[in-house]
């Protein structure tokens, strides 16, 4: 199913030539082809983006580029974008959700954006999951799509 919804596809295509043009100033970007990759029950369509930098780099410098990514902001970056994204979210505590992370030596690395995650504080367990709005999203597939993101992670810690 996830292979064949060009509404999927449209919106993953939306994050992957956000990251080509944050990318591309700092060097050669190549972007495998697209695919379907299971996780437990979810899956996900996964494009590697591989960026071979003309002049070297450090990892922080890579991660400020590359945030926030349209999967947790706005696309194509603009200030409206960021106004609108400060009215729906006015720096609410969010603590760890959405935060890129990677891990790099010498000249090499590796960058993820946390997009879900379990979060444990204050004697309660949280877990965070979105899903991307575009034009041809639909109010009640969004809201499942959420729904099942939740779900495979309570599964999986058998919450």
Same mark, same amino acid.
């Given at each position: 199913?996830?292979?064949?919804?060009?509404?999927?596809?449209?919106?993953?295509?939306?994050?992957?030539?956000?990251?080509?043009? $944050?990318?591309?100033?700092?060097?050669?970007?190549?972007?495998?082809?697209? %695919?379907? %990759?299971?996780?437990?029950?979810? $899956?996900?369509?996964?494009?590697?983006?591989?960026?071979?930098?003309?002049?070297?780099?450090?990892?922080?410098?890579?991660?400020?580029?590359?945030?926030?990514?349209?999967?947790?902001? !706005?696309?194509?970056?603009?200030?409206?974008?960021?106004?609108?994204?400060?009215?729906?979210?006015?720096? $609410?505590?969010? &603590?760890? !959700?959405?935060?890129? !992370?990677?891990?790099?030596?010498?000249?090499?690395?590796?960058?993820?954006?946390?997009?879900?995650?379990?979060?444990?504080?204050?004697? !309660?367990?949280?877990?965070?999951?979105?899903?991307?709005?575009?034009?041809?999203? &639909?109010?009640?597939?969004?809201?499942?799509?959420?729904?099942?993101?939740?779900?495979?992670?309570?599964?999986?810690? &058998?919450?």
């Amino acid at each position: 199913m996830l292979a064949g919804s060009s509404k999927d596809r449209d919106e993953h295509g939306l994050v992957v030539d956000d990251l080509v043009e $944050q990318l591309a100033p700092l060097g050669r970007v190549d972007v495998s082809a697209t %695919r379907v %990759r299971s996780y437990g029950d979810l $899956q996900h369509l996964v494009a590697e983006l591989t960026l071979r930098p003309a002049a070297p780099l450090d990892l922080e410098q890579v991660v400020r580029r590359l945030h926030p990514t349209p999967a947790l902001g !706005f696309y194509p970056r603009c200030k409206a974008g960021t106004d609108w994204l400060d009215t729906i979210d006015p720096r $609410q505590e969010r &603590r760890r !959700f959405g935060a890129p !992370f990677g891990i790099g030596r010498r000249n090499k690395g590796r960058v993820v954006v946390a997009i879900r995650n379990v979060q444990y504080h204050d004697g !309660f367990l949280e877990i965070w999951a979105g899903c991307g709005v575009v034009r041809a999203s &639909r109010y009640e597939d969004e809201w499942a799509e959420a729904l099942d993101k939740v779900n495979a992670v309570r599964s999986l810690w &058998r919450v």
